[in-house]
């Protein structure tokens, strides 16, 4: 079956740096999205991941290893504003998204 | 401005009524999917549509339909069979490539509550 692993719920600083894990099983895999999502509002794009390694885009990056079915987000510079949660979902061999859970991050001053 | 618009931001269902939940998109973009989001959950897909005229089943579709006249437009129906429809609707959509891999974006959700 297709599975999706993330922690429910993570607290950290403002200013700190924060990662949040992602391991997956899926149906075949065609790349791995990260998405934000605000309380009561939609999903946001942050990254996409096909290639095993870190792309880094700002004060967000994102790992992926393919081998290992883990992935992570990694927030640098925390400010209240990322308080949300990050949705990992990667992609199957229909190029369909399964999205996990979530994982709710408060950031505390 | 381009994006993806979705109506009402919260609706209200009676017992054995249908509704219909409006989705617009002026990105030109060739896919489109409806989603439902229940507390705790994942995102669960309903239906997606590729091209005009054709559409297919997703995971939950019992309960839900669908059409896809326009390339713009994707609205869902609610139907009486959907026994338990509290939730938040997402609508997205995508420029399908060769690749076969696209990023979705989402509208701003509609929320749905049985009275």
């Known amino acids: 079956g297709q599975n999706i692993d993330q922690p429910t719920e993570m607290t950290a600083t403002e200013g700190a740096i924060v990662q949040i894990n992602c391991t997956y099983q899926t149906s075949g895999f065609n790349g791995l999205f990260w998405y934000q999502q605000h309380a009561g509002e939609a999903p946001t794009f942050l990254s996409y991941n096909v290639l095993d390694g870190l792309e880094e885009k700002g004060r967000f990056s994102s790992f992926l290893s393919r081998s290992k079915g883990y992935s992570y987000l990694l927030l640098k510079e925390l400010q209240m504003k990322d308080s949300a949660s990050y949705l990992c979902a990667p992609m199957d061999s229909n190029y369909q998204l399964i999205w996990g859970a979530g994982t709710k991050l408060i950031i505390k001053p | 401005d381009g994006g993806i618009t979705q109506s009402p931001k919260y609706l209200f269902r009676k017992e054995g009524q249908n509704v219909t939940l409006s989705c617009e998109q002026n990105l030109n973009h060739d896919a489109m999917y409806w989603y439902r989001q229940d507390p705790g959950q994942g995102l669960r897909l309903i239906y997606y549509?590729?091209?005009?005229?054709?559409?297919q089943k997703g995971d939950i579709a019992e309960g839900y339909s669908v059409s896809r006249e326009k390339k713009e437009s994707f609205p869902l129906t609610v139907t009486s069979a959907q026994k338990n429809p509290t939730a938040f609707y997402l609508c997205?959509?995508?420029?399908?490539?060769?690749?076969?891999?696209?990023?979705?974006?989402f509208g701003p959700g509609t929320r749905l509550l049985v009275l």
């Open positions: 549509s590729q091209i005009v005229n054709d559409f």
């Open positions: 997205a959509s995508s420029i399908l490539t060769s690749t076969g891999v696209e990023t979705q974006y």
